[in-house]
């Protein structure tokens, strides 16, 4: 650690006095973080240093030594100068310089900051939003940030992990928005609102709109609105908190987008396509052998995992063959056994010469129906395929290894 700083006139003192300033935190990208507390936090977000400075006598507390050995460089100060950088009436013992993350939103659920600027609000929103795992945040000017010391307080760290996007106005904010795919949703109690609870949200990017305390959303917001919703509230309450208002309204918001994009994703799952090709693979199998067997579909694709293995027990054959254990399983066994073509013994299932006999004489209805399934497949495709299902299998089998 150098001499202790003893001058206002130091470069490092004189820089770090300046970003008590938004317009010079914003410029410099930079700002401070007071308090143990406080900079504990930013070491826990994994927040980048610039610098450190500790007040004198302050050298050995606990944040400091953590700081020294994640090799940050600490700047010893006098009481005095420490007070002129941090500008409080009382002891604050550890002032951190740290970079403010430059912001690019890119997740598809936003937060919108239209002109809020209490302090304590913007903490608060930011803070309940990532209870919800919300971290994405959009301010509608340059003026605004969060890097106040109150909104560290009140975030409890939170902004650490924020990552926020200044634009220049409501309506670059708007242009941008629309551009890049966004649904915005406007919350505001003016007439035209949906309420809440009856707001349908789609699956697709979404920006959730708060506004100014006392003047609500800019007008250019309002009017770029895809959605207007609000609060169910009493006839005696006028209006709630923003800080509240937010909290409540990304619950629900949230909850309504995540299923939303859950039934998208359902929808498109590759699993729920591989499993209803196979569904209808085997629709037509059985279609097709009804025409001319006594046999079902389920019943030739047991003969056939026994044409490989050999003999199973009954429990892996029904599980290889997808039919449910139980009840099902056994309606399909029990005719396979009275026709003679497998053995059933103590729970083991075997393949006899005419179950092999009867393979042998309806393969080709299996062709068949692979090659009315499979028109207009290329081999290429096939292989393809094998090889995707191959590594999912492998995927699995590190999570739950399989019992062949």
Same mark, same amino acid.
């Given at each position: ?5 003893? /001058? ?9 006095? +300046? ?6 935190? &914003? ?42 050995? +994640? ?63 919300? &971290? ?13 010391? =109150? ?6 760290? /939170?902004?650490? /992990?924020?990552?926020?996007? &200044?634009?220049?106005?409501?309506? @670059? ?17 003016? @007439? ?46 006028? /209006? ?12 629900? +918001?949230?909850? =309504? ?11 498109? +799952? ?17 279609? =097709? ?25 009954? @429990? ?69 395929? =094998? ?18």
């Amino acid at each position: 650690m150098e001499h202790t700083i003893t /001058s206002i006139k130091d470069p490092r003192v004189v820089a770090a006095r +300046l970003l008590q300033s938004a317009r010079e935190r &914003h410029k410099a990208k930079k700002c401070l973080v007071e308090g143990e507390i406080s900079v504990g936090w930013a070491v826990d977000y994994q927040v980048a240093f610039d610098c450190v400075f500790v007040q004198e006598g302050y050298e050995e507390i606990a944040v400091v030594v953590r700081l020294r050995n +994640l090799s940050v460089p600490i700047l010893a100060v006098s009481e005095g100068v420490m007070r002129k950088i941090h500008e409080r009436s009382y002891t604050i013992p550890v002032v951190a310089v740290v970079n403010i993350p430059e912001g690019k939103h890119k997740a598809d659920f936003v937060v919108v900051l239209d002109g809020v600027r209490d302090l304590g609000n913007l903490g608060t929103i930011v803070r309940t939003s990532a209870a919800f795992d919300i &971290h994405d945040f959009i301010m509608t000017n340059n003026v605004n940030d969060v890097w106040y010391q =109150k909104t560290i307080d009140a975030s409890r760290g /939170s902004v650490f /992990s924020a990552n926020i996007t &200044h634009y220049d106005s409501p309506q @670059e904010t708007v242009r941008i928005l629309k551009e890049l795919g966004y649904r915005i949703v406007v919350t505001t109690p003016h @007439e035209g609102s949906v309420l809440q609870p009856f707001v349908r949200l789609h699956a697709q990017p979404t920006a959730v709109v708060v506004g100014n305390e006392t003047e609500g959303v800019s007008a250019e917001l309002l009017a770029a609105a895809d959605e207007k919703v609000k609060i169910p509230m009493g006839m005696s309450v006028e /209006s709630l908190n923003v800080g509240v208002a937010t909290g409540i309204s990304l619950y629900e +918001l949230r909850m =309504k987008w995540i299923l939303a994009m859950l039934q998208n994703k359902i929808q498109n +799952l590759l699993a729920r396509d591989f499993y209803a090709a196979a569904q209808w693979m085997r629709k037509i199998f059985d279609a =097709k052998l009804r025409q001319s067997t006594p046999l079902t579909a389920d019943q030739v694709i047991v003969l056939m995992v026994l044409a490989c293995d050999r003999t199973a027990s009954m @429990e892996k054959l029904l599980r290889d063959a997808g039919i449910g254990i139980g009840v099902d399983g056994l309606l399909v066994i029990q005719p396979l056994h009275d026709l003679g073509y497998v053995m059933v013994q103590n729970d083991i299932i075997s393949m006899t010469p005419a179950g092999e006999a009867a393979i042998a004489q309806i393969w080709f209805l299996q062709q068949e129906v692979e090659a009315v399934a499979l028109a207009d497949v290329t081999s290429d495709d096939i292989a393809t395929t =094998k090889k995707v299902l191959a590594k999912i299998f492998q995927n699995c089998e590190r999570v739950i290894p399989f019992d062949h």
